[in-house]
């Protein structure tokens, strides 16, 4: 998603979300899921539903 919006940073996007940039990358790595909150702005951010972005695996 991110490299989609014109290659913008982790820090950027953090910033734009105001969380910070350890946060951006542990929810890249799958080390982290975020809030309903946090996933609903990241979606509403990139202008996506949030099923479009964050979805549970078998394991999860």
Known sequence: MRFNKGMMTQAQLANALDVSRQTI???EQGKFNPSVKLALHIAAFF????????YLTKEE
């Open 25 to 27: 990358i542990a929810i």
């Open 47 to 54: 202008g996506h539903r949030v099923e479009a972005i964050f």
